[in-house]
């Protein structure tokens, strides 16, 4: 498997423009991570799906923020509209659940969104 | 909310030496898990200790949880320039679903 497949890798947007992040998580695993990391804040959850189910997105920070997974092997990351506090690292996460508990998570090598 | 708290925020040590970054957290947990974070890259998982263990090994890494100090550590030994990173801890509570990761501590090991 190739891992968890973000893209793009670098995107740089207008003020008051759409931005979509995607994420491949790997095959098999049943619960899939959205994370935001900045200087300020560190890593902050944003939503978590479990078998394509948004769970619980009480760390998204705004409506401008929404997400979705319509099948096993997909999910985005929308911001409409964008704004310049937006601009951060944003990590997509996969793992699994076993009968021991969530395992460790795999993540993406990120996307740097930088609103202007 | 950050569940783990990483301590100290940033460490720097001569190649060679051990490296000791600890972690704190609020509430019971299930697991916590241990991160590295290379400079402009993704997480890479390190190590998992579970709540009914006490020390786990991987190499030249070592780490304690003491739950009834909700703490726990990682030691890297016999540090090398190619250690330094940016390490994270993070928990999974008691019943959840979720990884909370603390702020990290900034390692630079310097050859």
């Known amino acids: 498997d190739a891992g968890v497949i973000q893209s793009p890798r670098h995107e740089v947007t207008e003020m008051g423009q759409e931005v979509t992040l995607r994420c491949k998580p790997i095959?098999?695993?049943?619960?899939l991570f959205w994370y935001r990391q900045t200087m300020m804040r560190g890593l902050e959850l944003l939503i978590y799906?479990?078998?394509?189910?948004?769970?619980?997105d009480s760390g998204m920070p705004e409506d401008r923020f929404s997400a979705k997974m319509p099948n096993a092997s997909f999910s985005t990351l929308k911001i409409q509209p964008s704004e310049p506090r937006d601009s951060a690292v944003y990590f997509c996460?996969?793992?699994?659940?076993?009968?021991?508990?969530?395992?460790?998570?795999?993540f993406g090598q990120g996307t740097r969104l930088t609103v202007v | 909310s950050q569940q783990g708290e990483e301590d100290p925020q940033a460490l720097s040590i001569q190649e060679g030496e051990n490296a000791t970054m600890n972690c704190s957290y609020k509430?019971?947990?299930?697991?916590l898990q241990w991160y590295r974070q290379n400079s402009g890259r993704g997480l890479v998982h390190l190590i998992l200790?579970?709540?009914?263990?006490r020390e786990k090994h991987s190499g030249r890494l070592r780490v304690t949880l003491d739950t009834s100090k909700k703490s726990s550590s990682l030691l890297i030994t016999a540090s090398r320039a190619a250690d330094t990173a940016s390490y994270f801890c993070a928990t999974v509570g008691a019943g959840s679903y979720q990884l909370t990761f603390g702020k990290g501590t900034k390692l630079s090991v310097i050859p």
């Open positions: 799906f479990n078998n394509n189910v948004p769970i619980d």
């Open positions: 509430t019971s947990i299930n697991n």
């Open positions: 996460a996969s793992n699994f659940f076993s009968n021991r508990g969530l395992t460790e998570a795999f």
């Open positions: 200790i579970r709540s009914n263990e």
């Open positions: 095959s098999g695993h049943d619960y």
